[in-house]
């Protein structure tokens, strides 16, 4: 190979090298981010457990970095989530709007067909994991079993029992009438806007139980002020000091009474490819965090990482597990 034919090759390995670099940052460039702060939607007033895990899901994104643009989170809990449901709907093909979900993601739609709102029109983007409840009494109450807060439920009389819990006809709503059927209890069920203040409510004893999630009565645990009789989960799911709450099944009252809380994150209608790619992306990191991690732990939560096509088709048959468990009680046809 002559001088002239060695350089000719150099320059062309050159220039395809430069080119595939280049191509490589004009590829990496087109990659989609946020331009403007992007609405972080909770379908949940604040203090209860959906607005805590967004906040600290938007602290953990905040504190590493993990986004170009920051997550501003809006509470829209009005009508039992329909007022963030129709938000969602009316952003179709916004890029900079994505919200944190709960089990009304659901039940409202079903309960409420006229907001106009089919879930599988939404754009998944992940669930980070599945909550879980309790049956909660105070401390001062004296009941320590499940046996007692029955006889003490029907020993007050038929709704005379206050039972605390977000919303109607949604999920605390769902699992207080599981305990009515299985235990032949009837309770005045007492809706509020947010599990915070059910929690709130029961230490000051306005009401009598609650089936508060994990993260909602936590506090009030630890200071002794609360007791957890029974969870509703299958044993050895939870793990830390929750996992140490006997669940129906291990009290011998069968394996029926189970009844989870997704904890996901879904974007509007219409949106680009790339879009979803980058939420994916930034919540996987989210997933993966320490901070995400412990927080599974101490605060009772099931890891549930789910993505795409399954994580819709999760969502359908959940819709329809539900759409059931409201006929059954009642609350639709």
Do not use: C
């Not at 946020?34 to 007033?45: D, N, W």
């Not at 009389?157 to 009837?186: C, H, R, Y």
């Amino acid at each position: 190979m002559n001088k002239f034919t060695s350089k000719i090759l150099s320059a062309a390995v050159a220039l395809s090298v430069g080119l595939g670099f280049t191509a490589a940052v004009v590829k990496e460039a087109a990659a989609w981010e946020p331009k403007k702060p992007v609405e972080f939607v909770i379908m949940a007033g604040k203090g209860g457990g959906a607005d805590r895990l967004a906040r600290f899901i938007q602290g953990i994104i905040e504190k590493n970095g993990l986004a170009s643009k920051p997550f501003v989170p809006i509470n829209k809990g009005g009508g039992s989530g329909a007022e963030a449901l129709r938000y969602l709907k009316d952003r179709a093909g916004d890029p900079h709007v994505i919200m944190a979900t709960l089990n009304s993601y659901y039940t409202t739609p079903l309960r409420n067909p006229d907001i106009g709102v089919d879930i599988a029109e939404f754009t998944p983007i992940t669930r980070l994991a599945e909550d879980t409840f309790q049956l909660w009494v105070t401390t001062d109450s004296g009941i320590t079993t499940v046996d007692e807060y029955v006889a003490a439920v029907k020993a007050a009389g038929p709704g005379n029992w206050k039972m605390g819990g977000t919303g109607k006809g949604q999920e605390d709503s769902l699992v207080t009438a599981m305990l009515e059927k299985k235990f032949d209890i009837k309770v005045t069920y007492v809706p509020y806007k947010g599990g915070g203040t059910v929690a709130k409510e029961l230490i000051g004893k306005h009401i009598d139980s609650t089936v508060n999630n994990p993260s909602e009565q936590a506090g009030f645990w630890e200071a002794g002020k609360s007791r957890p009789l029974a969870s509703f989960t299958p044993k050895g799911k939870l793990q830390g000091r929750f996992g140490d709450i006997p669940t129906f099944e291990e009290l011998g009252y069968g394996s029926d009474m189970v009844y989870y809380m997704q904890r996901s994150v879904i974007a509007p209608a219409g949106i680009g490819e790339d879009v979803q790619a980058y939420y994916v992306g930034v919540f996987e990191k989210v997933y993966k965090s320490a901070e995400w991690q412990e927080y599974l732990t101490n605060k009772g939560l099931i890891p549930g990482w789910l993505t795409g096509s399954a994580l819709t088709e999760y969502f359908l048959t959940e819709r329809e597990a539900h759409r059931q468990m409201l006929q059954a009680a009642g609350e639709i046809d």
